[in-house]
């Protein structure tokens, strides 16, 4: 059964870093597009990045130059670099992997901006 296991998720200062990571298991990452979700308390669910199966990545406006996507696909990892983080990142973060249209999710970590 495919998994998707996210870790990396905390409480940081605003302008800290974190680096969120996604581990697949019994599955061919190579095989699926990737991408990053967020929900924040009350909002919907929003795509944050992605990443495509060649390694092109998209990025909502509001982390363009902030945030990073990238793959490890012999690892079965993706992972979500976070930097210059601000209050409004303050989030759920959930993995998910599509294989034309069948998509999975993982559980999601926690990540709180706050001083």
């Known amino acids: 059964q495919v998994q998707l296991v996210e870790s990396g998720g905390g409480l940081v200062q605003p302008g800290g870093s974190l680096r969120l990571s996604c581990a697949a298991s019994a599955m061919i990452l190579s095989f699926y597009e990737m991408g990053w979700y967020r929900q924040a308390p009350g909002k919907q669910r929003e795509l944050v990045a992605s990443i495509t199966r060649g390694g092109f990545t998209n990025y909502v406006d509001s982390v363009k130059g902030r945030f990073t996507i990238s793959r490890d696909n012999a690892k079965n990892m993706v992972y979500l670099q976070m930097n210059s983080l601000k209050p409004e990142d303050w989030a759920v973060y959930y993995c998910?992997?599509?294989?034309?249209?069948?998509?999975?999710w993982g559980q999601g970590t926690q990540v709180t901006v706050s001083s």
């Open positions: 998910n992997a599509d294989r034309q249209g069948v998509g999975f």
